[in-house]
């Protein structure tokens, strides 16, 4: 969920807001390229090269020129206005490190899954998490260079997802398609938000008849 405080500096003022948005996904998928891309401040990366030990660990099937991996989190900032700023948590995707999804996705509005259509079963865990916890997500397919392109609707059923969840093509190099993606993000998640607080108040008013 979004966070919101008062502004009491001088009393009245704006109320400042940040949202938290989680960009998830399979290793090598492109999460820190995407938070580079959208970030106005330096990014923070957790990244470290890839040594032996992850040799037979971490599958480099269709990224075999990756020679770093993220082992905490990638962050970066988004201000879109006085009072509104959107802070980005890149996760880590390989499974060793999962046990920090809990910790990150904590008052987060929702999440883009990144998916590799040439590894698209790398991007499973990820839409399992959000779907059991609740937490709304995208799915945004990144379009590498040389990979096939499939349609939004292929991906869909490939993931054998919701309807309702929205599947973006973005290119995870380019600010404006990466922007487009959290656009999408954000309508989904308020149109979810607005649904579940419906079902709420119809809960309560059957509580009182």
């Known amino acids: 969920m979004a966070y919101a405080g008062s502004d009491r500096a001088g009393g009245a003022g704006l109320t400042p807001l940040t949202i938290k948005i989680l960009i998830a996904g399979g290793f090598g998928v492109g999460k820190t390229t995407l938070v580079g891309s959208l970030t106005e401040i330096r990014p923070l990366r957790t990244e470290e090269p890839l040594s032996e030990r992850s040799t037979g660990v971490d599958r480099l099937d269709g990224v075999e020129r990756k020679a770093t991996t993220t082992v905490a989190l990638d962050f970066g900032r988004i201000t879109i206005r ?6 980005l948590f890149g996760t880590p995707g390989q499974e060793r ?27 499973f865990p990820s839409v399992d998490y959000f779907e059991r916890r609740g937490i709304p997500f995208v799915v945004g397919v990144n379009c590498f260079d040389g990979a096939r392109r499939y349609r939004s609707e292929s991906v869909r059923s490939a993931l054998d997802l919701d309807p309702a969840i929205p599947v973006v093509l973005c290119d995870a190099r380019q600010r404006p398609s990466c ?3 959290l656009i999408a993000l954000v309508e989904h998640a308020l149109h979810v938000l607005r649904a579940r607080a419906a079902e709420e108040t119809e809960g309560d008013r059957a509580l009182t008849t």
Do not use: H, K, P, Q
Not at 102 to 123: K, N, Q, Y
């Open 179 to 181: 922007r487009d993606a």
């Open 97 to 123: 490190f999962w046990f920090m999804w809990d910790e990150l996705s904590r008052g987060a509005l929702g999440a883009v899954v990144l998916a590799d259509t040439r590894r698209l079963a790398d991007c």
């Open 82 to 87: 006085d009072n509104l700023v959107i802070y």
